[in-house]
Every structure is written in C-alpha cells, then in structure tokens.
Nanobody, 122 residues
Framework: QVQLVESGGGLVQAGGSLRLSCAAS????????MGWFRQAPGKEREFVAV????????SYADSVKGRFTISRDNVKNTMYLQMNSLKPEDTAVYYC???????????????WGQGTQVTVSS
C-alpha cells in the first residue's frame, strides 16, 4: 500500500502561483511513477502531468504546458506541482496518484490521494 497526502491548495488570483505537494508513505516511493490529475465540478477527472520514477521523464497536458512544472524528491518521498500563471479554468480538485505503469491514463494508477482544492479567481 502507498498512502498519498496532497497539500498546498488554496485560493489565488488569476496570474498567481501555487505549489502543490504530495507526500507518500508506505512502499518505496521511487518504485512508482507519479501523476497529477484534476477534476472540476461537473467534469471528468483529467490528466495534468506525469513524472517517471527517477524524475528524468515528464509529460504535461497541453492546457498546462509552459505554466506547470512537475518534480519529485525521492529522498523526501514527495512530489510537487509548481503552478504559475494560473487561470480561472485551472480551478479544480487536484489529485496525486502513484502507479507501476508510466501512463497518462487515470485508470492505470493504483493509489490516489484525497485531493486538494485549487480555486483561481478572475
């Protein structure tokens, strides 16, 4: 089992920044590929970013490319999502996920956090 806890969400004005954290415990963090997903009210959960086990591979949704940066610290067992130039359409609950497969598909992830709310005001 892997336990994931997100933090760092909040209310920010458009153009502002937030950094989300995802703290992992349980099994070896570095054995898992990690992803960020988000879900806005009335919408399906969507892919935001993924990072490979070592941190050398990353991929982003087109909607966040150039504004968000995913990273991880395998010593601290923590993953991050630096979000800059935030837009109202970034408003959602953000979830971190861990999985054995390097994928953009939410269904392939084995473990999920409880989510953290990000609200961007215009």
């Amino acid at each position: 089992q892997v336990q994931l806890v997100e933090s760092g969400g909040g209310l920010v004005q458009a153009g502002g920044s937030l950094r989300l954290s995802c703290a992992a415990s349980g099994r070896t963090f570095s054995n898992y590929n990690m992803g960020w997903f988000r879900q806005a009210p009335g919408k399906e959960r969507e892919f935001v970013a993924v990072i490979g086990r070592s941190g050398s591979y990353t991929s982003y949704a087109d909607s966040v490319k150039g504004r968000f940066t995913i990273s991880r610290d395998n010593v601290k067992n923590t993953m991050y999502l630096q979000m800059n130039s935030l837009k109202p359409e970034d408003t959602a609950v953000y979830y971190c996920a861990a999985g054995r497969t390097l994928t953009l598909g939410a269904r392939q992830y084995d473990y999920w956090g409880q989510g953290t709310q990000v609200t961007v005001s215009s």
